[in-house]
Nanobody
């Protein structure tokens, strides 16, 4: 069983920055890939970014490339999403997720076994 707890969401003006954190309660955090997804009302959960188990491989959805950076600290059992140059379209609930079966990052929400409760990010224009 893995528990994931996100933090760092909030209200920010367009162009601003936020850093999301996700803390994992597990002894084997360094063994699996992690992802960030987001969801707005009435829409499906969408991929934002993912990182491999060692942190050496990352992937980003096209609209966030160059603005968001995913990273992880395996010693701290945490994954982060640094979000810069935020836009109103980035407004959503952001979720971190753990894929215990793979070390490589995946874009599909179907492969992730565990999810956090989500943190709201609101970007005002």
């Amino acid at each position: 069983q893995v528990q994931l707890v996100e933090s760092g969401g909030g209200l920010v003006q367009a162009g601003g920055s936020l850093r999301l954190s996700c803390a994992a309660s597990t002894r084997t955090f360094s063994s699996y890939a992690m992802g960030w997804f987001r969801q707005t009302p009435g829409k499906e959960r969408e991929f934002v970014s993912a990182i491999g188990a060692s942190g050496g491989v990352t992937d980003y959805e096209d609209s966030v490339k160059g603005r968001f950076t995913i990273s992880r600290d395996n010693a701290e059992n945490a994954v982060y999403l640094q979000m810069n140059s935020l836009k109103p379209d980035d407004t959503a609930v952001y979720y971190c997720a753990a894929d215990l079966r793979r070390t490589a990052p995946s874009r599909s929400p179907l492969v992730y076994n565990y999810w956090g409760q989500g943190t709201q990010v609101t970007v005002s224009s």
